[in-house]
């Protein structure tokens, strides 16, 4: 079955598959060309397109995970497996995730899906006959649905993907802070203070003594250890939330699932790290336009299987064999819709 999914038996362990992609992988060397696209509220988006294909071909945009970038190691092995597909592909880089603090003092989040649709609405302009999918990692994922819910009918997309995703932020919270999971929770702080930090130096640097302000008003970078210390402290303030409470409300994509449209996918591992088992949406949560495939391991994006000379890299499989499959013919197309497929591994 295309869409089965055995865990290597030399990374059983949720955590090593959650690690070995970033720790032990080389990153696949892809030529792409660089965008900037500015926005209405004079900040911009860094756009990383590779594109040996017509302008007609299939495109694909990749978005990444929390404290990550289009340099990723999953983003650049879907883009080379995306163009021996002969599709196209373009990885966007969130607010200051580019390598180059942004210009305002807010950023990203799990909720930001209002970047998401400009950089929809940018794709349809320059490509106006290319097929344009979506697929979201993580942070990533967790904004694609929420997008894919707002917007229904009319998000722009022919399908998309969300690989480990953070259903219900406090859940999230939750998890993270308990076992070998605070690892990651320390990682994670430690990269999102360094944004704040890169943000204010370049504000202290150029003079901006208001936007530097405004971030130095919401509290010292010291104290923080949690997920709710960050988004109580930063989060929620600079993006219109009364506190961290009400950021992962809103920001939550499991509120919004039932309002999707587009045909969407989403790879699940039961085994995530980051995610409780109960935060994973039942099968009457889902519109009959999602098909929910859980397996019993993979840990937080990783799904690899084969052998330790050989490693496979199922998500780099399965995810343009069912993209290619949407754009083909309906009587083509895979039809599980609105249910949870479970495999074990």
Not at 12 to 20: A, D, K, M, V
Not at 98 to 124: C, F, M, W
Not at 139 to 162: P, R
Not at 194 to 206: C, G, I, T
């Amino acid at each position: 079955m295309p869409n089965s999914f055995h865990a290597a038996w030399w990374l059983r362990n949720p955590h090593l598959q959650t690690l070995w992609g970033s720790l032990c992988r080389s990153a696949p060397q892809l030529e792409r060309t660089r965008e900037r696209l500015w926005l209405e509220d004079g900040d911009f988006l860094d756009l990383d397109w590779h594109d040996p294909h017509p302008a007609s071909a299939p495109l694909v945009l990749v978005l990444h995970g929390l404290t990550g970038s289009s340099s990723s190691h999953y983003v650049l092995g879907l883009q080379q497996q995306l163009a021996a597909c002969g599709w196209a592909s373009v990885a966007l880089n969130w607010r200051g995730c580019s390598g180059e603090p942004n210009l305002l003092p807010r950023g990203y989040h799990s909720g930001v899906s209002e970047d998401l649709a400009r950089v929809v609405r940018h794709l349809q302009a320059r490509r106006p006959q290319a097929p344009l999918h979506a697929v979201g990692y993580s942070l990533g994922g967790n904004v694609l649905l929420k997008y894919l819910g707002e917007s229904g009918e009319d998000s722009g997309l022919q399908a998309a993907v969300a690989v480990s995703v953070p259903f219900r932020l406090d859940h999230c919270a939750e998890r993270i802070d308990q076992g070998f999971s605070k690892v990651y929770q320390a990682h994670f702080m430690r990269a999102l203070v360094a944004y704040v930090r890169d943000k204010q130096q370049r504000f202290s640097r150029e003079g901006q003594h208001e936007r530097l302000a405004a971030l130095e008003s919401l509290g010292p970078l010291h104290g923080m250890r949690t997920f709710w210390d960050f988004d109580g402290r930063f989060t929620a303030p600079l993006h219109g939330y009364a506190d961290a409470d009400d950021y992962y409300r809103r920001a939550s994509s499991r509120f919004y699932l039932d309002e999707i449209r587009t045909p969407t996918l989403i790879i699940q591992a039961g085994d995530d790290p980051f995610v409780f088992r109960h935060s994973v949406p039942r099968a009457h949560e889902l519109s009959t336009s999602t098909r929910l495939e859980l397996h019993a391991r993979g840990g937080h994006v990783g799904f690899i299987g084969g052998s330790p000379a050989q490693p496979d890299y199922y998500l780099e499989r399965r995810i343009p064999q069912w993209l290619v499959a949407q754009s083909s013919s309906p009587t083509n197309r895979d039809q599980s819709w609105g249910k949870r497929t479970f495999s074990g591994s």
